[in-house]
């Protein structure tokens, strides 16, 4: 069993076990890209890096502790009533999704991760590997610098990362990023015209997205700042947000979903040993993690007593099956969540409206992320990073017991599928012949490693390196 399948969708923590293994000679990328990374030019694309969910370290305004991005010690319990409230997002009836806001922002990137094991604090390597090369956000990110891998030169000012709030609407956050994107275009226009004398340049994008980041790139490129619609339905695909991006690079990003968004939200989620869990209240009340839920062919769901399909998507399927917020067992969960409710009558009604919204938010965004509409402008171009050689569950069978059990292999990163990666639409009875999919890939890497040791793979950065880098446009 892989790491990521033993901890599930959300396992941002690895721990790595020592085996036997043929030495490979990692590629000597001071040599390749020392001038290329050198030059930042108008001649060369600044770089935008979006992390996948988890991705970014989550502050409560007022407080030094983090909410998420730190473990063991003083960092949040999500065993505590007033941590798991911070942990959740609010829940109203009446109330929008996007209108259910809280004290909590996204306080940048989460390059390194620090736990505490039996009192002493271990740093855990999670995006460091795209930070590194790339150099993100507001600061430099100097390891590969000083190792000798590449040298930056003296300034590194057209790279950014793009840090959010992942237990949002992913809509939401594309639409932030749609505005970030702007931001940085008008910041790099006055660089290259401070810089280099040339002014109201036209500049363009590269995207560099991870996971869940991916998804919330694909809908940014398509909607740019336009919301979904009230009430349902989706809006005409005018790739708006692709007017000033040239190259889509998603790494291991579930296009179809991943069958690990449910065993969390119905499970909860452990991010390793001696780490708290957090329960499936808590993640159920996360918009974002539902519209991870598969939503193409490759998956499926069905009741293990009847053998009948079940709709995901459907709340009342939930409240049937007891999964999530509609889960009785929840209820001393929901009462930390909702302190002031003292009746649980009150708290369940509550819990089920939230459940409601947050699935049918999850199935708009899940039809207008691959939409059908006209083709991208030419000049965008998307390549993909994928992992096929860890085995990932397609069938997800609910008990009584077990509440929801997951089998079925299908080649994958250990988390997103081989085909979810590809997006591909074929059915199992046309599983012959070649990928259908709604995104035009200009190209397709595909690893032997899970869904965070991808970025660890000297053949990632080689390859990522040469796209953005040296590529010809």
Not at 66 to 87: I, K, M, T
Not at 214 to 228: A, E, K, N, P, V
Not at 392 to 397: G, L, M, Q, R, Y
Not at 436 to 454: G, T
Request: with cysteine; aromatic share 8%.
């Amino acid at each position: 069993m892989s790491t990521s399948r033993a901890v599930g969708w959300l396992a941002l923590v690895l721990f790595a076990v020592p085996g036997c293994s043929t030495a490979v000679q990692a590629p000597k990328l001071g040599g390749l890209y020392s001038a290329a990374a050198r030059e930042h030019g108008p001649g060369r694309n600044p770089v935008i890096v979006i992390p996948g969910i988890l991705g970014s370290k989550l502050r409560e305004a007022g407080s030094e502790r983090l909410v998420w991005g730190a473990f063991g010690g003083s960092a949040l319990n999500p065993a505590v009533p007033h941590d798991a409230r911070r942990f959740a997002l609010p829940m109203r009836p009446g109330a929008r999704l996007s209108e259910l806001t809280d004290s909590v922002y996204s306080a940048g990137a989460l390059d390194r991760l620090q736990v505490r094991l039996l009192g002493l604090p271990v740093a855990l390597n999670t995006y460091a590997n795209i930070l590194g090369t790339l150099g993100v956000g507001g600061y430099v990110d100097e390891g590969l610098g000083k190792a000798g891998a590449i040298d930056y030169g003296q300034d590194h000012f057209t790279c950014f990362q793009f840090d959010y709030d992942w237990r949002r609407d992913n809509a939401e956050n594309a639409r932030r990023l749609h505005a970030f994107l702007l931001e940085k275009r008008r910041y790099v226009q006055a660089e290259f015209a401070k810089r280099y004398g040339v002014r109201n340049y036209d500049v363009h994008f590269d995207i560099v997205a991870h996971s869940m980041g991916g998804l919330i790139t694909q809908y940014m490129l398509r909607y740019g700042s336009r919301d979904l619609p009230a009430g349902g339905g989706r809006a005409a695909v005018t790739w708006e947000g692709a007017r000033h991006v040239d190259k889509v690079i998603l790494v291991g990003t579930p296009g179809n979903g991943s069958l690990f968004a449910l065993e969390q939200l119905t499970t909860g989620f452990k991010p390793g040993p001696f780490i708290p869990k957090y329960a499936a209240a808590l993640i159920g009340t996360l918009p974002s993690v539902y519209q991870l839920l598969p939503s193409g062919p490759g998956t499926a769901a069905r009741d293990a007593q009847t053998g009948r399909a079940i709709d995901l998507f459907s709340a009342e399927e939930w409240i049937r099956l007891g999964w999530g917020l509609a889960d009785p067992a929840q209820d001393a969960v929901l009462a930390q969540l909702l302190p002031h409710e003292a009746d649980p009558a009150v708290r369940r009604a509550i819990a089920l409206d939230h459940l409601r919204k947050c699935l049918a938010r999850a199935r708009q965004f899940a039809g207008a992320v691959h939409a059908a509409g006209p083709p991208p402008p030419a000049h965008v171009k998307f390549h993909l990073f994928a992992g096929d050689a860890k085995e990932v569950p397609t069938v997800a069978e609910s008990s009584p017991l077990a509440k929801v059990r997951l089998t079925g292999l299908a080649p994958g990163d250990g988390t997103v599928t081989r085909a979810s990666a590809l997006v591909d639409q074929r059915t199992a009875a046309q599983s012959t012949g070649r990928v259908r999919s709604p995104v035009p890939w200009a190209s397709v890497h595909f690893h032997f490693s899970d869904h965070l040791d991808i970025t660890k793979d000297p053949a990632f950065t080689d390859n990522l390196l040469y796209i953005l880098l040296e590529a010809p446009r």
